[in-house]
């Protein structure tokens, strides 16, 4: 999708995929790609979180809902989804 102002996904240097309670089909794709907010297919380096649900990543319209009752672990799904963020910061030197 390239209309102007639109999010474009460009490469991906590394996706961690996190299972939700929403669902057993349902993951949270924890991204570091770049990305372009439609100025002149410029991209930028990011962090970024989208929802997989089947076997189906949504990149348009439905933004992540992150749960954070606890699992049987005790985990809140926004724990894993800050860890993952941290996992990539720490892999990307990112401060």
């Known amino acids: 999708m390239n209309n102007k102002g639109s999010v ?16 057993p089909t349902t993951k949270y794709v924890v991204r570091c790609g770049n990305v372009s907010w439609g100025k002149n297919g410029h991209f930028k ?26 699992d049987n672990n005790g985990i809140s799904d926004v724990t894993k989804v800050i860890d993952a963020i941290q996992e990539l910061k720490q892999k990307f030197g990112i401060n």
């Open 45 to 70: 380096p990011a962090i970024y979180v989208l929802m997989k649900y089947k076997n189906y990543i949504e990149k348009h319209t439905n933004p992540p809902h992150y749960m954070i009752e606890p």
């Open 8 to 23: 474009v996904y460009g490469e991906v240097f590394q996706e961690i995929c996190i299972q939700s309670m929403h669902s």
